[in-house]
């Protein structure tokens, strides 16, 4: 049973747009979430996290919201870029030291211009 | 952030045969972690390879299958044995970072293709 859901398998955006990804968990446990992006023939890459005693983090264009009583996250990017094109991971853990995370399927986002 | 070297990128391989990934990193860690990737899933976990003890295997992945070497701090390496096309996947290791390690850092990755 997945325990981090990404249930829109790719998402198509123009450029200068909003994108939101979301992603859904079922672990009430999990206290810290990820977003990760992956571009083809690399690994992915660290992007922004949250951590349960938040709602909001930002980061420049992007910027992540946590739900806490949904278990729901999302990830808005503003404004969206061609080269925001790539694979997106949510993960999520519970915060300890090297805790290994949960990843979701991936949301690939396609920004045209 | 830690550099990792992961080799081979990509091979294609025979059934039967067995295919050994190594990660290399450029600072001492304690836990390494290798993640699989198949195709239109998300990354799970293989195993936790920590140095000085045997790996410890998630639920669906056993010793005789991925065994893994961790002979030092910055050394892993993770094998797919008697491959089948069901392994054709992405093999990524990965260690934490962060100031709690709360985050994880990948390496490139190995894209595995089984014939």
């Known amino acids: 049973d997945q325990q981090v859901k990404q249930n829109s398998p790719s998402l198509s955006v123009q450029e200068g747009r909003i994108s939101i990804l979301n992603c859904d968990y079922t672990?009430?446990?999990?206290?810290?979430f990820l977003w990760y992006k992956k571009y083809p023939a690399e690994g992915p890459t660290f992007l922004i996290s949250?951590?349960?005693?938040?709602d909001k983090n930002e980061d420049g264009r992007f910027t992540v919201f946590l739900n806490k009583s949904a278990k729901h996250l999302s990830l808005h990017i503003v404004p969206s870029q061609p080269g925001d094109s790539a694979v997106y991971f949510c993960?999520?853990?519970?915060?300890?030291?090297?805790?290994?995370?949960?990843f979701g399927k991936g949301t690939t986002l396609s920004v045209s211009s | 952030s830690a550099v990792i070297s992961q080799k081979p990128s990509r091979d294609i391989c025979q059934r039967g045969t067995s295919l050994t990934i190594q990660c290399q990193v450029d600072?001492?860690?304690?836990?390494m972690f290798w993640y699989r990737q198949q195709p239109g899933q998300s990354l799970t976990l293989i195993a936790t390879?920590?140095?000085?003890?045997?790996?410890?295997?998630e639920s669906g992945f056993v010793i005789d299958k991925f065994p893994i070497s961790r002979p030092n701090l910055t050394f892993s390496t993770l094998t797919v044995s008697n491959m089948s096309p069901e392994d054709s996947s992405i093999y990524l290791c990965?260690?934490?970072?962060?100031?709690?390690?709360?985050?994880?850092?990948f390496g490139s990755g190995t894209q595995l293709s089984v014939l």
């Open positions: 672990n009430s446990m999990f206290d810290y």
């Open positions: 990965s260690v934490p970072q962060g100031a709690a390690n709360e985050k994880l850092f």
């Open positions: 600072s001492q860690v304690t836990m």
């Open positions: 390879a920590n140095q000085g003890s045997e790996a410890t295997y």
């Open positions: 993960a999520a853990s519970v915060y300890q030291a090297g805790t290994a995370l949960i």
């Open positions: 949250i951590s349960s005693i938040k």
